[in-house]
């Protein structure tokens, strides 16, 4: 598998870097991408879970929407639409669990619905594809005010450059360095590296319809192991695998936190439990931590 690479991200047009490095390639990987995207994250699940029947949410980068049917344990309680820039995995989410879903085609720094109009929002493994702090920040606010002030709870996951033992990625730590980050040996708090993070595409969708893997017919979870046997056309050569490179912010310890806590004083919310004081706005930080190459935190809003 091609290696993680160090990236530099154009400051004159970050909008144009980002529709090269991200959303022509998710267009491009849609189909492939979705059928290796099918299991909830569990502390994702324990979140849509714990929310009260009737809520209605946002799940902003839904990707395939693998996160729409959920709670599992009790479909249907919460409804939550889905928002992404990818047209082709919208035509994957819309029909998420085999229920018909509301899904919407936009950028998640746009504002196409009014403050506060949902109870509760995912973001998940999305803000790391924006190139830089400041369309993170805004990221992130967008999210925040999206939710109900009084009451409005959100998740927000995001890729660390701190990978576990189980992650096929090594991160390069600096544009310039050969070494990597694996768990245990943690860059400084708040700087996280920009990185292309490779997608083995070994033949394209359709491109060779009697290839078989193993003397079966090849499907799209097994497209990036895929062989062609001996008995494949003498005159249809494979095609060569084409890597595509997406875009990554990995985001170093403590550094998602950081930038909720500075999106959140930008909109002036006091950051913590309520204290009792009428009049004031906040937002409480839950929990956050990191799972499996993963940061999260878990927001609440609150209204006194």
């Not at 994957?92 to 085609?105: K, N, S, Y």
């Not at 190139?131 to 002030?149: D, F, G, M, Q």
Request: hydrophobic residues 40%.
């Amino acid at each position: 598998m091609p290696n993680v690479k160090a990236a530099t991200v154009s400051a004159e047009d970050p909008q144009a870097y980002e529709d090269a490095h991200v959303h022509a390639v998710y267009d491009s990987i849609a189909p492939h991408f979705s059928s290796t995207r099918y299991k909830p994250w569990p502390i994702i699940a324990a979140f849509l879970a714990s929310l009260p029947a009737g809520w209605v949410g946002v799940d902003l980068g839904t990707g395939n929407g693998k996160y729409l049917p959920l709670p599992s344990g009790r479909p249907g309680s919460v409804w939550t639409v889905g928002l992404d820039r990818s047209r082709n995995l919208l035509e994957i989410a819309r029909r998420a669990g085999g229920v018909e879903r509301e899904v919407v085609w936009g950028d998640v720094l746009d504002r196409p619905w009014r403050l506060g109009a949902f109870d509760y929002a995912l973001s998940i493994a999305t803000i790391h594809h924006l190139a830089t702090h400041a369309r993170r920040k805004a990221a992130v606010r967008r999210l925040l005010e999206s939710i109900s002030p009084s009451h409005g709870r959100a998740l927000i996951y995001v890729w660390a450059i701190e990978q576990d033992e189980l992650s096929k990625r090594s991160i390069p730590v600096g544009s310039s360095e050969a070494g990597s980050s694996k768990t245990g040996s943690l860059t400084a708090r708040g700087k996280g590296q920009d990185v292309f993070v490779p997608w083995v595409l070994a033949q394209p969708i359709g491109s060779q319809p009697k290839a078989r893997r193993k003397g079966r017919p090849v499907d799209q979870s097994d497209m990036a192991e895929a062989t062609i046997e001996d008995d494949a056309t003498p005159n249809c050569p494979p095609t060569a695998p084409r890597v595509f490179d997406r875009y990554y912010h990995m985001f170093a310890k403590g550094e998602l936190t950081e930038l909720v806590t500075e999106a959140a004083v930008d909109m002036g919310l006091q950051i913590g439990e309520p204290d009792g004081k009428s009049g004031v706005s906040g937002l409480q930080i839950v929990q956050d931590g990191w799972e499996r190459s993963n940061y999260f935190v878990e927001l609440r809003r609150w209204r006194q």
